[in-house]
């Protein structure tokens, strides 16, 4: 997969992969994509370019020796300069929480040799959460918006952004220390499926359902419940068909809604079969 774009704008929008945004979208919009790493039994690859997102998940149930990192900050380094270079006045680097991920580090520490050429920002989210303020920038970079213009408007769509999933197990979060033994082990036997909301960079717990079916239906009553929506996007983890089906029910979804399924550094810390949306309120 080329995650390159070929567009050129007076400020360059870079983010990482886990912000999910479909490559159409990246290359329309000209969204320069550095990947994350996945380590695979002592393998490295690069998301969504050495391994399909569909590859990976097959993978994680069968492999437990699974890890993810960040690309390098000498990855972020040469990016800048090679979109500096090319003649964009400014770089926003937009990128996952940094209190759930070291790429917001790696970016910033590259941003230094750049003096005030270069922005990093946390987007205190992940995936579409991530991806909705990248598209936003975008949007805005092609219009030739000015930067504090820019910042502004990622803030105010940070503070609209919500993003809610149902795992289908505990055992991909117990396995990176987010939740005690007991807790995993109780969740496998009662067969519960936990709801989260990432907020502001936190896992917040919402609660939980007995069966997928009841989980699916409060999955679509937290959604209704929030009212019209600007953007959405219905997230899965290598379960298209239930995400297909959940958007279809919706009664009414905005017209350039998306399924994605979710990048490989999430995946390995929630484990196959979720499902979740992120959505934009007005």
């Keep these: ?12 929008i870079v983010t990482d992969s886990t912000a999910d945004i479909p ?6 919009l000209g969204i320069h994509v550095v990947p994350n790493v996945i380590m695979i039994q002592n393998q490295s690859f690069e998301d969504g370019i050495d391994i399909t997102r569909e590859e990976f998940y097959e993978r994680l149930v069968t492999t437990k020796s699974i890890s993810t990192g960040t690309a390098s900050s000498g990855k972020y380094e040469e990016k800048f300069d090679l979109l500096l270079g090319k003649g964009s006045r400014h770089v926003l680097s937009i990128h996952a929480a940094s209190l759930l991920s070291g790429i917001f580090n790696a970016a910033s ?12 920002v946390d987007s205190r989210q992940l995936s579409l959460g991530l991806g909705f303020q990248v598209l936003a920038a975008a949007e805005d970079a092609i219009r030739g918006a000015p930067l504090d213009n820019i910042l502004s408007h990622l803030e105010d769509v940070s503070r609209r952004v919500r993003l809610i999933a149902m795992l289908d197990t505990l055992e991909y979060v117990r396995r990176s220390g987010r939740v005690s033994w007991a807790r995993a082990r109780i969740g496998e036997l009662l067969k519960i499926k936990p709801f989260i909301e990432l907020k502001n960079g936190h896992v917040l717990s919402l609660g939980e359902a007995r069966t997928t079916q009841k989980g699916i239906t409060r999955l679509k009553d ?3 419940a929030l009212g019209p929506v600007e953007r959405l996007a219905v997230l899965h983890t290598n379960a298209e068909d ?21 990048t490989t550094v999430i995946g390995t810390h929630t484990g196959p079969n979720g499902i979740g949306f992120t959505v934009v309120l007005p």
């Design 23 to 28: 490559s159409a979208l990246t290359e329309e």
């Design 242 to 262: 239930q995400a297909r089906q959940f958007l279809a029910s919706l009664p009414i979804t905005p017209p350039d809604s998306f399924l994605v399924n979710v």
């Design 222 to 224: 937290l959604l209704l």
């Design 109 to 120: 520490l590259a941003a230094r040799s750049f003096g005030d050429r270069v922005t990093v």
């Design 1 to 12: 997969m080329n995650l390159e774009s070929t567009v050129q704008a007076e400020i360059a």
